[in-house]
Nanobody, 122 residues
């Protein structure tokens, strides 16, 4: 499985933007679909977005469609999550994960990094 390290979280006002990064290890990064999940206090971890190994296919949770964009740079073994128009309900720890397909990513069966905290103030 691909090992990941997330970064880029922080405190932002509602309506603001942040870009999260996820650096992955391994020379076969492009073979993995990658995804982002988040977990708010007292809630279960939930799927946010996923991208295929080539970057040609993406999927999003309904709650972030039109506001978040997932992308990847296979040369840098990094996946990004651009978050715009942030809302207080986006506050959570954001986790990156990788698996062999988007379907498997969405099941949350891959390995996890330590996460990065995103806090959106109202």
């Amino acid at each position: 499985q691909v090992q990941v390290v997330e970064s880029g979280g922080g405190l932002v006002q509602a309506g603001g933007s942040l870009r999260l990064s996820c650096a992955a290890s391994g020379r076969t990064f492009s073979r993995y679909a990658m995804g982002w999940f988040r977990q708010a206090p007292g809630k279960a971890r939930e799927f946010v977005a996923a991208i295929s190994g080539s970057g040609g296919t993406t999927e999003y949770a309904d709650s972030v469609k039109g506001r978040f964009t997932i992308s990847r740079d296979n040369a840098k073994s990094t996946v990004y999550l651009q978050m715009n128009s942030l809302k207080p309900e986006d506050t959570a720890v954001y986790y990156c994960t990788g698996q062999y397909s988007i379907s498997l990513v969405k099941l949350g069966t891959g390995s996890w990094g330590q996460g990065t905290q995103v806090t959106v103030s109202s």
